[in-house]
C-alpha cells in the first residue's frame, strides 16, 4: 500500500476558511506527512487536478458554485483510467445525497461533526488502498501478465486513440500483426516453460526495436501487435517490418538450446484500411494470414484483394449453411478406361455447385472451406448416397457392371461411424458394396492417426474398395502403404501431364507402376488428355485410364447416354480384346464438349 515514508499529496477544496482550518488541524494530529494543496471552489480543484499529480482529495460537499459531485464528476472524466481516492466532507443533513455517490463505488465520506484525525485518518487509508486495489485490478485486466505488455482490451484503446488522433491532425499510423512461426514446436519438444522463455524475449526484442511512442503488446497465444508512428518511423514502415522479421529469425537460446522461430506478419495502415480497431485487426489479420500462406518469416501488407476473397470466403461459407445442396449441387461422373479389356471400368464422382448468386464454384475452391467449416461431413454424406444411387441405376443400362468411386475428405476418415456412413448408403441405396470404391488422399493415409488406419479396415471389411488419390505428391512410405488395404493407386494428375516431356515425371511414373505391380495394387491415371499420353501409359503397364481424352465428368443423364452410345451392349458380354493397337473408345474424347466440366 501507501509507504509511510513518502507524503500523501493531498487536495483540499472547501469554500469555509474555518472548515479548511478545522481539516488542516487534524491532518497535522496525525502521525504522517502530507503535502497538503488548499482551493475554496470547484474551477480551482478541476484545475488543480488536471495539473498536478494528487493522491487523494478532500470534498466539501455543499459548495457556493459547483457543488462537490459535480466536480467530482469532472475530475473523473479528465481521467477516466484511474481511480479517484476521495472523500466526502459532508454536514448532518447531507448524508444521504453523498451516499449514492459512496454507492457507485467511488468514494468515502466523513462527517465534519464527526471528524477525528482518527476517523479522517483511517478514512484516507481506506481510500488510498481501494484506488491502489483499483490499479492492481486495471493491471490484470489491461496487461499480459506474462510480458507484462498491453493486452488485447488495452490495445486496442490504444488503436481507437491512434485512429481518433489521425481525425484530428491527419496523422498515420501502422499496425503489425505478429504470429509465431513453429512456436508449437518449441511448447511440445521443450516445455511451456521454454514456450513462456521464448514469449518473454519475444516481447523484449519487440519493446527494443520500437520508438517511445509507439507500442508493443501481446494478443494472446504467440500473437503479438506493434503500434507505430508513422511521422516518427517517416516512410520507413518496410524497414521495420524487415527489422522485426530479421530480430525474430535470431535464435533464441533456451536452456543451453538453440531455437530457431520467426514470425509471419501482416502490416494495416491507419486510418486508410480502418475506420474502427476491429476493422484493423481485422484487416491486418487477413495480411498476415497471407503470409502464414506464402511461407516462415514473411510480411504482408493489407490490400483490398484480400478483403475481397475474404468475403467471398465468408459468402460461401454461410450458403453451405443452408443445405441447399439438393437443388444447387449436382454430381458428376468421369468415366475411367480399362484399354486391355475395352470397358468402362468405373466413374469418378466429382461434386459441382451452381450458386445462385456467384455462378459455378469449384470443388477446389469450395471443398477445402467445408473442410474448416466442418460442414464437409454432411456434404460427404450427401454425394456418398447420390452416387451410390446413380450407380445402382446404370446398373440398368449398358454401364452394368460399372462402379462409382467417390472422393473422400480426411476430415471424414477421422469421423469414427464413418464406415457405418458407407453401410448405411450402400443399404439404402441397394448397390453392392464391390460396385464403390473411396478415394483418399496420399496425405490422409500418411497421417499418423490410427482412427484413419481403423476407418481403411473397417471398410474394407464391408467390402469397398479404396484407392490413393494424388499420389506421389505426398511422402508415402512404403512400409506403411503395405500394411494398409488399398486396391488402386491413382498418379497424381501432374505427373501424367508432364509425362511426354519431363524425365523426372516419367521415372515416378515408371517406378509407381513398377511398385504397384509387386504389391498387387492396380494403377490409375488421371488427366489423361491426348492419346499419345494413353499409348504410353499403357506401354508402361497402366491400364486403367481416366481424362479428357475419353469424356470430360458429365451430368448423370448424359454420362448414361455416353455409355448407351460407347458399349451399345451390357459390357460384360463383351470379349474382351488383347492389347490393342487402336484404344478403343476413341472418338469419345469428344463427346459431351457442350458441358462444360
Ligand atoms: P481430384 O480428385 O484429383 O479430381 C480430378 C480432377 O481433375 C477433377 O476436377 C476433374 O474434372 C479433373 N480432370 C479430369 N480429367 C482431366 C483432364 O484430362 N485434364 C485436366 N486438366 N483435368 C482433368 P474437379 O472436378 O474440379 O475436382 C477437383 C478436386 O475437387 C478433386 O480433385 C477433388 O479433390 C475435389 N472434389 C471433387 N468432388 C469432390 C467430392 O465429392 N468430395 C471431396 N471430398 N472432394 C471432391
Ligand atoms: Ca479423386
Ligand atoms: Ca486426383
Same mark, same amino acid.
Given at each position: 500500500m501507501t509507504n509511510p515514508d513518502t507524503p500523501i499529496r493531498l487536495l483540499i477544496v472547501d469554500d469555509d476558511d474555518v472548515d479548511r482550518e478545522i481539516t488542516r488541524r487534524a491532518l497535522k494530529r496525525m502521525k504522517r506527512t502530507f503535502h497538503v494543496t488548499e482551493v475554496s471552489d470547484g474551477e480551482a480543484a478541476i484545475e488543480m487536478w488536471r495539473d498536478t499529480p494528487i493522491d487523494c482529495v478532500l470534498l466539501d460537499y455543499w459548495m457556493q458554485g459547483m457543488n462537490g459531485d459535480e466536480?467530482?464528476?469532472? *475530475?473523473?472524466?479528465?481521467?477516466?483510467?484511474?481511480?479517484?481516492?476521495?472523500?466526502?466532507? #459532508?454536514? =448532518?443533513?447531507?448524508? #444521504?445525497?453523498?451516499?449514492?455517490?459512496?454507492?457507485?463505488?467511488?468514494?468515502? /465520506?466523513?462527517?465534519? =461533526?464527526? *471528524?477525528?484525525?482518527?476517523?479522517?485518518?483511517?478514512?484516507?487509508? /481506506?481510500?488510498?488502498?481501494? @484506488?491502489c486495489h483499483f490499479e492492481q485490478l486495471n493491471y490484470l485486466a489491461t496487461r499480459d501478465i506474462l510480458t507484462g505488455l498491453p493486452n488485447r482490451a488495452l490495445f486496442s484503446l490504444f488503436l481507437e486513440q491512434a485512429i481518433a488522433r489521425t481525425q484530428r491532425e491527419q496523422k498515420e499510423f501502422a499496425l503489425f500483426l505478429l504470429d509465431m512461426d513453429r512456436f508449437k514446436n518449441v511448447n511440445d519438444t521443450l516445455g511451456h516453460h521454454a514456450g513462456d522463455q521464448v514469449l518473454v524475449e519475444t516481447a523484449q526484442r519487440l519493446e527494443s526495436l520500437i520508438q517511445t511512442h509507439d507500442t508493443v503488446a501481446r494478443l494472446g497465444g504467440d500473437e503479438f501487435a506493434v503500434l507505430a508512428d508513422l511521422v516518427h518511423e517517416g516512410a520507413s514502415i518496410t524497414a521495420l517490418a524487415e527489422r522485426i522479421s530479421l530480430e525474430l529469425q535470431r535464435s533464441f537460446v533456451i536452456d543451453g538450446q538453440e531455437c530457431y522461430l520467426g514470425a509471419s506478419v501482416g502490416i494495416a495502415l491507419g486510418p486508410k484500411d480502418g475506420k474502427t480497431s476491429e476493422e484493423?485487426?481485422?484487416?491486418?489479420?487477413?495480411?498476415?494470414? @497471407?503470409? @502464414?500462406?506464402?511461407g516462415l518469416s514473411r510480411y504482408f501488407f493489407f490490400d483490398e484483394d484480400m478483403r475481397v476473397l475474404a468475403e467471398r470466403r465468408r459468402q460461401i461459407e454461410t450458403s453451405l449453411r443452408y443445405n441447399r445442396w439438393d437443388t444447387e449441387f449436382d454430381v458428376y461422373y468421369q468415366p475411367r478406361i480399362d484399354p486391355i479389356h475395352n470397358r468402362v471400368a468405373s466413374a469418378e464422382a466429382l461434386l459441382r455447385w451452381q450458386h445462385p448468386t456467384l455462378g459455378t464454384i469449384s470443388p477446389i475452391e469450395f471443398i477445402p472451406i467445408a473442410e474448416s467449416s466442418r460442414q464437409i461431413a454432411s456434404i460427404g454424406r450427401w454425394i456418398l448416397k447420390k452416387a451410390c444411387l446413380h450407380c445402382a441405376e446404370w446398373q440398368h443400362s449398358p454401364l452394368k457392371g460399372t462402379g462409382v468411386s467417390v472422393n473422400v475428405s480426411p476430415i471424414q476418415l477421422k469421423d469414427a461411424r464413418f464406415a457405418e456412413v458407407v453401410a448405411d448408403a450402400l443399404a439404402e441405396t441397394g448397390l453392392s458394396a464391390s460396385l464403390l470404391e473411396l478415394e483418399v488422399t496420399e496425405t490422409a493415409v500418411m497421417d499418423n492417426q490410427t482412427t484413419v488406419v481403423e476407418a481403411l479396415n473397417e471398410l474394407a471389411a464391408i467390402g469397398v474398395g479404396i484407392s490413393i488419390d494424388d499420389f506421389g505428391t505426398g511422402y508415402s512410405s512404403l512400409a506403411r502403404l503395405h500394411r494398409l488395404p488399398v486396391d488402386k493407386i491413382k498418379i497424381d494428375r501432374s505427373f501424367v501431364t508432364d509425362l511426354m516431356h519431363d524425365r523426372v515425371s516419367r521415372l515416378i511414373i515408371e517406378s509407381i507402376i513398377s511398385l504397384g505391380n509387386q504389391m498387387n495394387i492396380t494403377i490409375v491415371a488421371e488427366g489423361v488428355e491426348d492419346e499419345t499420353t494413353l499409348q504410353r501409359l499403357v506401354q508402361l503397364g497402366c491400364y486403367e485410364i481416366q481424362g479428357y481424352y475419353f469424356s470430360r465428368p458429365l451430368p448423370f443423364d448424359h454420362f448414361v447416354e455416353w455409355g448407351n452410345i460407347q458399349l451399345g451392349i451390357d459390357q460384360t458380354q463383351r470379349i474382351a480384346p488383347s492389347m490393342p493397337s487402336r484404344v478403343f473408345l476413341s472418338q469419345s474424347g469428344r463427346f459431351g464438349s457442350s458441358w462444360t466440366n
Open positions: 466536480v467530482f464528476q469532472q *475530475m473523473m472524466m479528465i481521467r477516466p483510467d484511474t481511480a479517484i481516492a476521495a472523500i466526502f466532507l #459532508t454536514g =448532518h443533513s447531507d448524508d #444521504t445525497q453523498a451516499g449514492s455517490l459512496i454507492k457507485a463505488g467511488a468514494c468515502d /465520506y466523513v462527517s465534519k =461533526h464527526e *471528524m477525528t484525525p482518527d476517523v479522517l485518518s483511517r478514512a484516507i487509508d /481506506y481510500a488510498l488502498a481501494r @484506488k484493423l485487426l481485422r484487416n491486418a489479420d487477413l495480411a498476415q494470414a @497471407k503470409a @502464414k500462406q506464402d
